[in-house]
C-alpha cells in the first residue's frame, strides 16, 4: 500500500503529480486547508503524513491534536518558526523542512529589491504607466547607487552568503553579523561584527536574512533604525516579525531611510496597507522562493522526506534528532 499523505496547501503541476503516483493522497486542489481542515482530514484519510508550509502553525496544541498515526509533518519552507517543534519531539513527531533549495532564489530577491530600491523602481514604474510625458531635471527624481557600497547582512547563513556573493559582484562591502562568525573560507574577506548594532552605522544598505523567533522579534526598531546612516536602504526578506513596523513607517516618513525593500510582513496576507502608500516602498507579496524550478525542488524536498519515513528510513532533513 501507498504511504497515505495530506497535502494542505495547494502545489505547483509537478509536486501535485508526484504526490499523486508516490502516495494514497488527498490533496487540496481548490483551496488552502485551514488547521481543522487539516486535523479532519488527517483524521478521516488516516494519514501517515502531512505536508504544509507557514500557512498552518504547528503549535503545542495543534501537535498534541494531531492523530497518533502521523509519522511526519513535513514543512515545504526553510524556515520553520511557525511548528513547536521541542512539542513535536515530546509526541514523537517527525518534523522536517526544506533548506538549501530555495537559496539562490531567494537572494535573487533580495538583491532585486536592494536595486529596487537604490533606484526608485516603484516610482519609475508609476511615472511610466500613466503615460510619462515630461521630461525630469538632471537633478530630478534621482536615486543612489548601488554599486561599491557599504551592505550590512543581519544573518550570514546559506541565503546571507549568497546575498554577500552577489554584492561582490557589485563591488560592494561586506559586513555582516550572525552568532557565531563564519570560517576565514565562508566569510571571503567580510568583515564580522558580534555586535550587531555596532555594525549598523556602518552600513550604506542593510539586508536581514535572520530566522524568526524569541531572539530576533523586532530587532529593527526605533533604537536600531535610528542607528543607521541617514539616507540608508532598508531589505527584509527574512521574516516580517523582525520589524517593529511602526519604527519602519516612522523611518521612513521621515526620510531617515532613503527606501526599503520588503517581501515579509509581520501581518501577512493581511499587511500593513500604510507602507503601500509610502512612494519610497518597493513591495513584493512573500515571493522569495517563488519560481517554478524552486517551488518544484521545495515540494520534491518535503515529499523526499516524507516517503523516507514512511519507508522506516531517517528523514533527510530533520528538525530534531
Not at 481542515?37 to 502531512?50: I, N, T
Not at 526578506?237 to 532613503?258: C, K, M, N, Q, Y
Amino acid at each position: 500500500m501507498k504511504p497515505r499523505l495530506v497535502v494542505a496547501r495547494r502545489t505547483p503541476p509537478a509536486v501535485t503529480e508526484r504526490a499523486r503516483t508516490e502516495f494514497d493522497a488527498l490533496l487540496s486542489e481548490e483551496k488552502d486547508l485551514d488547521l481543522d481542515g487539516m486535523l479532519a482530514a488527517v483524521g478521516q484519510h488516516r494519514a501517515d503524513a502531512l505536508f504544509f508550509t507557514s500557512n498552518l502553525k504547528l503549535n503545542a496544541e495543534a501537535i498534541a491534536r494531531l492523530p497518533a498515526h502521523v509519522k511526519i509533518a513535513a514543512t515545504c519552507s526553510v524556515g520553520f518558526d511557525h511548528i513547536d517543534v521541542p512539542a513535536a519531539k515530546a509526541k514523537g513527531l517527525v518534523v522536517t523542512n526544506t533548506p538549501e533549495v530555495l537559496t539562490d532564489c531567494t537572494a535573487d530577491l533580495a538583491f532585486t529589491l536592494i536595486l529596487s530600491a537604490c533606484r526608485r523602481m516603484h516610482e519609475y514604474d508609476g511615472i511610466m504607466r500613466p503615460g510619462w510625458r515630461r521630461r525630469f531635471a538632471m537633478g530630478e527624481m534621482l536615486g543612489i547607487r548601488a554599486s561599491g557600497k557599504r551592505l550590512g547582512i543581519l544573518g550570514m547563513g546559506r541565503i546571507g552568503r549568497a546575498v554577500a556573493q552577489r554584492g561582490r559582484g557589485f563591488g560592494m562591502q561586506i559586513l555582516y553579523s550572525d552568532v557565531q562568525r563564519l570560517p576565514p573560507e565562508l566569510e571571503q574577506g567580510a568583515t564580522y561584527f558580534e555586535d550587531f548594532r555596532a555594525m549598523l552605522p556602518q552600513c550604506d544598505i542593510l539586508t536581514l536574512h535572520a530566522p524568526g523567533g524569541p531572539r530576533t522579534d523586532g530587532i529593527m526598531n526605533a533604537e536600531t533604525f535610528g542607528l543607521l546612516p541617514n539616507g540608508a536602504v532598508f531589505v527584509n526578506a527574512a521574516r516580517g516579525a523582525l520589524v517593529d513596523e511602526e519604527a519602519l513607517i516612522a523611518a521612513l516618513t521621515s526620510g531617515h531611510l532613503f527606501a526599503a525593500g520588503l517581501d515579509v510582513f509581520r501581518k501577512e496576507p493581511d499587511f500593513d496597507t500604510r507602507l503601500a502608500a509610502l512612494p519610497n516602498v518597493i513591495l513584493t507579496p512573500h515571493m522569495g522562493s517563488g519560481t517554478v524550478e524552486t517551488r518544484n525542488a521545495m515540494g520534491f524536498r518535503a515529499l523526499d522526506n516524507i516517503a523516507a519515513v514512511c519507508a522506516g528510513r531517517p528523514a533527510i532533513d530533520p528538525l530534531w534528532s
